[in-house]
C-alpha cells in the first residue's frame, strides 16, 4: 500500500531520487527501488562506495541482473579531493596561509576525507580564537582520531 502511494506520487513528477551511501542497502531495499524506477519513471542515483559499484556492476551475480540492465550511468569518482575545493570551503570561513591551506588539502585526501579536514579546520579556528596558524593546525592534530 505504501509503495502503490510512493510511485503514484513520483509518476511524471520529473524527481530524482538520491540514495547516499548506496552500499549498505539490502537486497530487499535495491528491489524496492527497482520497483519504484520501473512504474514512477524516475531517475535514481545511487551514490556509494566501490562495495555498491561491484555488486551492481563488478560481479553481474544473477541477482543484481536486473539491476545492472537499468544502469544509464555508471561513474566512480576518484577519491582526489582538488586545492580549488578545499579552498571553496575554507574560504567560506576563514583566511588561511598558503602552508595551512596545502596542509588541508592533504588532510582532506586521506581516508576521512573532506568530513576529517572540516573537523581539523572547525577545532582550529576554536582553538586559535579565530586564526588558524600551522602551530594550531599541529596542536590539534593530536586532539582528532586519525
Same mark, same amino acid.
Given at each position: 500500500?505504501? !509503495?502503490?502511494?510512493?510511485?503514484?506520487?513520483?509518476?511524471?513528477?520529473?524527481?530524482?531520487?538520491?540514495? &547516499?551511501?548506496?552500499? #549498505?542497502?539490502?537486497?530487499?531495499?535495491?528491489?524496492?527501488?527497482?520497483?519504484?524506477?520501473? =512504474?514512477? #519513471?524516475?531517475? !535514481?542515483?545511487?551514490?556509494?562506495?566501490?562495495? %555498491?559499484? &561491484?555488486?551492481? #556492476?563488478?560481479?553481474?551475480?544473477?541477482? *543484481?541482473?536486473?539491476?545492472?540492465?537499468?544502469?544509464?550511468?555508471?561513474? *566512480?569518482?576518484?577519491?582526489?579531493?582538488?586545492? =580549488? &575545493?578545499? =579552498? !571553496?570551503?575554507?574560504?567560506?570561513?576563514?583566511? %588561511?596561509?598558503? &602552508?595551512?591551506?596545502?596542509?588541508?588539502?592533504?588532510?582532506?585526501?586521506?581516508?576521512?576525507?573532506?568530513?576529517?579536514?572540516?573537523?581539523?579546520?572547525?577545532?582550529?579556528?576554536?582553538?586559535?580564537?579565530?586564526?588558524?596558524? !600551522?602551530?594550531?593546525?599541529?596542536?590539534?592534530?593530536? *586532539?582528532?582520531?586519525?
Amino acid at each position: 500500500k505504501q !509503495m502503490r502511494y510512493l510511485i503514484d506520487i513520483l509518476k511524471g513528477s520529473g524527481r530524482v531520487i538520491i540514495i &547516499d551511501e548506496a552500499q #549498505h542497502l539490502s537486497y530487499r531495499a535495491l528491489e524496492s527501488l527497482r520497483t519504484i524506477y520501473d =512504474e514512477a #519513471h524516475i531517475g !535514481m542515483i545511487l551514490s556509494g562506495n566501490q562495495v %555498491i559499484y &561491484d555488486r551492481l #556492476h563488478g560481479r553481474r551475480e544473477a541477482q *543484481f541482473a536486473q539491476f545492472f540492465s537499468r544502469v544509464g550511468i555508471s561513474r *566512480f569518482l576518484s577519491n582526489s579531493v582538488s586545492v =580549488e &575545493d578545499v =579552498e !571553496m570551503r575554507v574560504n567560506e570561513v576563514c583566511t %588561511i596561509s598558503g &602552508d595551512c591551506m596545502e596542509y588541508l588539502v592533504r588532510v582532506a585526501n586521506t581516508p576521512g576525507g573532506v568530513r576529517h579536514m572540516v573537523k581539523n579546520l572547525v577545532l582550529a579556528l576554536n582553538f586559535g580564537q579565530g586564526k588558524v596558524t !600551522m602551530e594550531v593546525l599541529h596542536k590539534v592534530k593530536g *586532539f582528532l582520531m586519525l
